[in-house]
């Protein structure tokens, strides 16, 4: 190894000198091997100290460098060009850092020469084994992505587009602005915000090269500096470039919440537009997370849209939006098990809302006012459809079916429409002429029912296929009784619940005596133990071999059962019937519960010893159904179709498609026994694949709602983003529904439940959340004249290719509530910052008054500075732009009002042009300042009106002195923080955080707009607190640095990074996830780890990490470290 080495050794002036002998470090590296030259000089970044440097790299022949001076960050690219333009390969130059690791940190001279000694030795050794390394060149996309449309944002995005290079600008909410939109004014000089940000949101909107994209975040970024490739989602608007901004959808939505925008004081609708100059100045729809009632929902009823025009008192429109998707609206009022009820946010709270007895009083109160209700524009077609049962799968799907123009023809066997809804539930439940008006209604749509045919009799499948039905839909349902399979069971006196009840209401009288016992515990068995009642029985028990927390009947109809006089015995089991004289001798065991079964509960086990004989006149047995899979069989009863291990039709659990051609089954022969909203949602599925089968299409993604498992919530959570968390909402009573009273009732078969008046209704309706925010009622629908509203608008995923990216996402501001001594949140008239902003702002709710919330205007306003700032628990930076708020805060309270103004601050820090005239102006208008941190703010006890109703309570630290102020309000300056999504978006831009939680630059002074990841740049208050012209010379400088590396049309990669050796990876992934720059990646065919070296920045991390040894550092080799190591120790 022939090595011609040369050291360089900066005074730094005195930086380094006056700490560090030169002279004695200098003599000391000549001295050592392969050293050809050692030298000194006062500065060796002067262009004198580079010259030398050039000279004697020339003269020498060195063959490598060291220079021992400070900054390598920013001096190592000085002095690796000057090698260069010698003749030497810049990587055969190494730096060494005496002055941050030595001078500035010593105050011995000649431990601090010591040391110089090694750092500099070391860097020798090592560049004995550098070796001459190639740079590498990658062409750049010149267009750019800026990711935040505040000020920042818009003026990067105009700069960059003067250059006619194409931008595209990215901005998550649904106009751009950020927070200099919410501002009144600016300070120091007062102009007006809007005045000042308007014109650039317009000229946004007008360039043609700006391609803006709101409502909009980046959710995957891959790539390297020139060569992004970044995946934006846009979300759905659900409202089109038509829209005029009349506001028409405005005033007709029902649904309001508070408004971020206007710092929570005010409200807006779902439907909105954040401010008047909006760019793009359209409205846009919020819609969050699909609210839990309607996700329940099997046919997916828009619960949360009728509650919010009920609450509206637009009655019509309710009952008009329910019946748009529900084919049996008044049925489901009545008789639906309500799982939207189940999954209600308002049940953490206190109580679930009425949602089904809102949906009957809707339904009601149009027909007990004859409102016809408009049906769908139908387009007729050709095709034929045959649904073979009239329950609700069937109906269902004839429904939709015959709403999408097919001929739909129904079959039922009964001389009754409405399977188990007319022939299994008694009219105190279910009144016959509201099932007749059901049936009347699917009639008007071209529904053609045929009554008293049966499948297996009166025709087959195959007949009717040959009559012309493109399709069949098999809706027989679960009308056979399952017997109890114990001695006796056949015995005169004895019945099956289903046939019961079957007979009952087909008019067959069943006679009945005067005891009746029945057994099972779901609803078949309280229909029928209410029904017994009423047909004369004196004494009707009910039998459960479980205990009431297991019966599958709904809670309810077990209190109206008991409330009706009849008896439940529970842990009770028939084992044996017998002739008993004129009665029925029922043997009976008591029981207890095990482990769950199969279905959950507790599995009953007899106990031994404990029968006994119980006599009644009749026994009516209710403790299951089944379907009636013998009418689907061939003449030696094998079934055409495919049945499953539970006696059930076996379909495809998508389409519904049986293992027949063009045969389709739903409802309960397909789920057993079930629930009529369960068996419509299959009924309505049934009916999209059908659709799609007659269309030709793969029976493939459906859009018919199945009901997903909903994330269980806790009172933590919030129905949607801007409201309080359950357990922060007030609590409001449940309006329960009237009902007969139970000994009038149980006479004869009058609905049971009365129904809610109109002030229940409204009442009730009040209490829901809004979860979601739109709970799609459509109104908007209907007033826009445009047709701009379009609620089935679907989000767009896009990848963009861009050569750089500029992040400018701002901040948020600090939330004063965790502070309660101020009392944010609790006590009336304390204000936040923003808040305040847009009271004072003409397009505020106030108009630009400032008012406390009684309506008047304060006599004494409070200014607190540096709530959340500068403060050991929150944080300790400065954010400072809080003094200077606070001072234009005071002018305009002064300006508006003849209030008093008290500013309490730590500190007046007036850095900026114009600040402290601004300051003195302010003082001058008698303002009120006390210096001294605010202890707490509290309501005031006394009566006296001339005092305020809040004391703000301090130490006046000028004067020395404990002091309260009675003020009428208050207003807190707090803290500008990092975004919440900080850390997410730092990981998908592989850039860093400072400690402080901002965006981290490359250098603070000397490159405050680059970041450690090449190509990308930050501007604003996401890189740290700043103010208005901060950000935009920031974003200035930003935009400058992308055009000035547009321009060049390449950029070199450097060549120090990892590389890894393939035959020895062994595919742990260790160092995927240390990697601080995400520059590698899992190849999942080979195997292996791989590198992208664009992203790579050699840091070594990965290398020390791997323990197969497999990652090695190009420019960092073991060979290379162990010889600096020996270097410092030599």
């Given amino acids: 190894m022939n090595q011609k080495i040369g050291v360089f050794i900066c005074h730094c002036g005195t930086n380094i000198a006056a700490t ?22 006062l500065f060796m970044c002067s262009q004198p100290g580079q010259l030398m440097l050039q000279r004697y790299i020339k003269r020498k022949g060195l063959n490598g460098v060291v220079v ?41 001279r000649a431990q601090a020469t010591e040391k110089a000694k090694a750092i500099v030795n070391a860097a020798v050794r090592r560049v004995a084994w550098q070796e001459a390394l190639e740079i590498s060149h990658v062409k750049i996309n010149p267009h750019t992505m800026i990711v935040g449309a505040g000020i920042g944002g818009i003026q990067a995005a105009l700069e960059i587009a003067e250059s006619g290079n194409q931008v595209y600008l990215v901005e998550r909410e649904s106009t751009i602005g950020g927070r200099m939109a919410q501002f009144d004014k600016t300070f120091p000089t007062l102009d007006c915000a809007a005045c000042i940000l308007t014109p650039k949101m317009v000229s946004v909107g007008h360039r043609k090269n700006i391609n803006l994209m709101t409502l909009s975040e980046v959710e ?6 020139g060569n992004f490739t970044v995946t934006v989602r846009t979300k759905a608007r659900y409202v089109t470039d038509a829209c005029t901004s009349c506001g028409a959808c405005v005033k007709a939505c029902p649904v309001e919440v508070p408004n971020w925008f206007e710092g929570l004081l005010g409200k807006k609708t779902a439907i909105y537009k954040l401010f008047p100059q909006a760019v793009p100045n359209t409205y846009v729809i919020d819609k969050e997370e699909t609210p839990p009632c309607i996700e329940a929902c099997p046919i997916r009823q828009e619960a949360a849209g009728y509650v919010a025009l009920i609450r509206d008192r637009k009655f019509k429109e309710a009952a008009q939006l329910i019946r748009l998707r529900n084919p049996l609206p008044a049925v489901c009022g009545r008789v639906c098990y309500h799982p939207c009820e189940t999954e209600c946010n308002r049940g953490y709270v206190d109580q679930p809302i009425a ?29 034929k459809v045959a649904i073979i049962g009239s329950g609700p799968a069937g109906l269902t799907c004839a429904h939709d079916l015959a709403v999408k123009g097919y001929q739909v023809t129904v079959y039922e066997r009964s001389s009754l429409l409405g399977g188990l809804l007319g022939l299994g539930i008694p009219a ?39 009559q012309g039905f493109k399709a069949i839909f098999l809706a027989i349902g679960a009308q056979s009784g399952v017997k109890i399979e114990i001695p006796g069971e056949n015995t005169e006196g004895v019945y099956s619940g289903v046939d019961f009840l079957r007979r009952f209401n087909l008019g067959v009288r069943t006679a009945l005596g005067k005891k009746v016992a029945v057994i099972g515990g779901g609803n078949t068995a309280l229909d029928a133990a209410r029904t017994a009642l009423r047909l004369g029985a004196e004494r009707v ?37 017998a002739k008993a004289h004129r009665s029925l001798q029922m043997t009976c065991v008591n029981m207890q519960l095990g482990e769950p079964d199969a279905s959950g509960r507790r599995r009953p086990i007899s106990i031994s010893g404990s029968e006994h004989q119980l006599e009644f006149d009749n026994i009516i047995v209710a403790i299951s159904q089944k379907p009636e899979i013998e009418v689907l069989a061939d003449e030696k009863g094998v079934p055409h179709l495919a049945l499953t291990p539970w006696g059930t039709l076996q379909v495809d659990q998508d389409s519904l498609v049986t293992n027949q051609e063009g045969v389709f089954a739903g409802g309960d022969v397909v789920l057993g026994p079930s629930t009529v909203i369960a068996s419509m949602g299959l009924g309505r599925r049934a009916a999209e694949s059908i659709d799609k089968y007659l269309n030709g299409q793969p029976l493939v993604d459906f859009k018919t709602h199945m009901p997903k498992p909903i994330v269980p919530r806790g009172e933590t959570f919030r129905p949607h983003r801007y409201s309080p968390m359950f357990k922060d909402l007030p609590k409001q009573k449940r309006v329960e529904m009237s009902k007969l ?25 009040t209490r829901c959340l809004n979860c979601g925010v739109c709970v799609e009622c459509l109104e908007c629908v209907k007033v826009c004249d445009p047709e701009a509203i379009d609620h089935e608008m679907q989000d767009r995923v896009q990848q963009i290719k861009v050569g750089q990216i500029l992040l400018s996402t701002g901040y948020d501001v600090f939330d004063a509530r965790v502070m309660s001594q101020y009392g944010y949140g609790k006590l009336d008239n304390v204000l936040s910052g923003i808040e305040f902003e847009r009271m004072l702002s003409a397009t505020g709710g106030t108009g630009g008054k400032i008012l406390c919330k009684n309506g008047q205007p304060p006599r004494a306003v409070a200014v607190i500075h540096c709530v959340g700032s500068r403060d050991e628990n929150y944080h300790k930076y400065c954010s400072r732009v809080c003094c200077m708020y606070a001072l234009k805060f005071a002018h305009l309270v002064k300006d508006r009002t003849k209030a008093e103004v008290y500013q309490f601050y730590i500190d007046m820090r007036a850095y900026g042009k114009g600040f402290e005239e601004f300051y003195k102006r302010v003082l ?45 309000m208050v207003v807190l300056c707090s803290a500008l923080e990092p975004r919440q999504d900080t850390a997410k978006v730092r990981q998908l831009f592989s850039i860093s955080l400072s400690p402080d939680g901002f965006f981290l630059e490359r250098h603070p002074k000397l490159d405050p707009t680059s970041t450690m990841t090449d190509g990308v740049y930050i501007a604003g208050c996401c890189q740290g607190p700043k103010d208005i012209p901060d950000t935009v010379a920031q974003a200035s400088s930003a935009a400058a640095r992308i055009l000035a590396t547009a321009q060049k049309g390449e950029v070199e990669i450097d060549p120090i990074r990892a590389q890894i050796k393939e035959e020895l990876c062994s595919g742990c992934r260790m160092c995927n996830s240390v990697c601080p720059y995400f520059a590698i990646s899992f190849d999942e065919q080979k195997k292996i780890s791989i590198i992208n070296d664009a992203l790579c920045k050699g840091c070594g991390t990965c290398v020390a990490t791997c323990p197969a040894s497999a990652i090695t550092g190009k420019g960092f080799t073991d060979q290379q470290i162990y010889a600096e190591i020996e270097g410092v120790l030599a």
């Fill in 20 to 41: 560090v002998d030169v002279e004695e470090v200098t003599q000391f590296m000549a001295q050592q091997p392969n050293v050809e030259y050692s030298t000194n000089n």
């Fill in 541 to 577: 028990v009910i039998h459960y071999r479980r205990t009431r927390s297991e019966m599958p009947a709904s809670p309810y109809e077990i209190e109206d059962t008991e409330a009706e006089g009849v008896a439940i015995h529970y842990l009770i089991a028939p084992i044996k019937i």
């Fill in 924 to 968: 001058l208008e008698g303002t009120n300042v006390i210096r001294g941190k605010v202890a707490e703010v509290v309501e005031s006890g006394w009566s006296n009106k001339e005092e305020g109703h809040l004391i703000v309570r301090c130490e006046d630290t000028l004067i020395g002195k404990f002091r309260e102020i009675p003020v009428d």
């Fill in 741 to 765: 009273d139970p000994k009038i009732r149980n006479r004869d078969f009058s609905e049971v439940e009365i129904g809610f008046s109109e002030e229940e209704a409204v009442r009730e309706a």
């Fill in 428 to 466: 105190y439940r279910l009144p016959r002429h509201l099932l007749r008006e059901e049936i009347s209604y699917l009639r008007d749509l071209g529904i053609d029912f045929r009554t008293n045919v049966t499948l297996g009799k009166s025709f087959s499948l195959e007949q009717l296929k040959q």
């Fill in 355 to 383: 949602i089904q007895h809102l949906k009957r009083f809707a339904l009601d109160w149009a027909r007990q006012r004859n409102i016809e209700l408009v049906p769908p524009k139908i387009e007729r077609r050709e095709e």
């Fill in 68 to 108: 021992a001076a400070c900054s390598p960050q920013m001096h190592e690219l000085t002095f690796r060009k000057a090698c260069e333009e010698a003749g030497l390969n810049r990587y055969l130059f190494q730096m060494a850092n005496i002055r941050e690791q030595c001078s500035w940190i010593h105050d011995d």
């Fill in 220 to 225: 995957k970024v891959e790539g390297f500096i």
